[in-house]
């Protein structure tokens, strides 16, 4: 059974900063696109970032210059360094990734279960 787990969300006031991770465990063969995306209540989850298996990184532009996401691969882990943080960036942020399983040798699109990033003074 191969999880998503999620921690580092909270409150931080304006301007502040937070970092996300998300560790990957299971039956893994190998894991190929990490991401995290968020959702507002009422608006669609929308891509905030990614990064291949080679390293490579995208960010939507809101992000751009704030944000910067990396990986472990040894620990299986991606991570979301969230910097000059805005009101707007509330919501709540949700890692995925394209897995590998060992058993079946299939490629699935995980998510984690979620975690709340909330920026208010």
């Known amino acids: 059974q191969v999880q998503l787990v999620e921690s580092g969300g909270g409150l931080v006031q304006p301007g502040g900063s937070l970092r996300l991770s998300c560790a990957a465990s299971?039956?893994?063969?190998?894991?190929?696109?990490m991401a995290w995306y968020r959702q507002v209540p009422g608006n669609q989850r929308e891509l905030v970032a990614l990064i291949t298996s080679g390293g490579s990184t995208n960010y939507a532009d809101s992000v751009k210059g704030r944000f910067s996401i990396s990986r472990d691969n040894a620990k299986k882990t991606v991570y979301l360094q969230m910097s000059s943080l805005k009101p707007e960036d509330t919501a709540v942020y949700y890692c995925n990734a394209l897995i590998r399983e060992r058993a079946t040798w299939t490629e699935r699109n995980y998510w984690g279960q979620g975690t709340q990033v909330t920026v208010s003074s």
């Open positions: 299971g039956s893994i063969l190998s894991i190929n696109t």
